[in-house]
Nanobody
Framework: QVQLVESGGGLVQPGGSLRLSCAAS????????MGWYRQAPGKQRELVAS???????NYAYSVKGRFTISRDDAKNTVDLQMNSLKPEDTAVYYC?????????WGQGSQVTVSS
């Protein structure tokens, strides 16, 4: 059974930065995409950013220009660099690795942006 372990969440002031990291417990074959999702209280989980096996990226409009997703296939890791954070970025962030078929979720990492 594969587990995704996240790290890097926490409390940051508006305008600050955080870096989330997600590592798989073992090597995963046939990955076709990795991504980060978030869920704020009372809201549905939404896609924040994704990156395909070929390196194509996709970002939610609200984070474009502020967040950057990256992956390391050799290590089966996916990171999310978050800059210029805003209070509305506050949420639990989940990493996701898509394989054929199905996929895996991380346990969630709280990000709180507050002064």
């Amino acid at each position: 059974q594969v587990q995704l372990v996240e790290s890097g969440g926490g409390l940051v002031q508006p305008g600050g930065s955080l870096r989330l990291s997600c590592a798989a417990s073992r090597r995963i074959r046939s990955i076709y995409a990795m991504g980060w999702y978030r869920q704020a209280p009372g809201k549905q989980r939404e896609l924040v950013a994704s990156i395909t096996s070929s390196g194509s990226t996709n970002y939610a409009y609200s984070v474009k220009g502020r967040f950057t997703i990256s992956r390391d296939d050799a290590k089966n890791t996916v990171d999310l660099q978050m800059n210029s954070l805003k209070p509305e970025d506050t949420a639990v962030y989940y990493c996701r690795i898509d394989v054929e078929p199905g996929g895996y979720w991380g346990q969630g990492s709280q990000v709180t942006v507050s002064s």
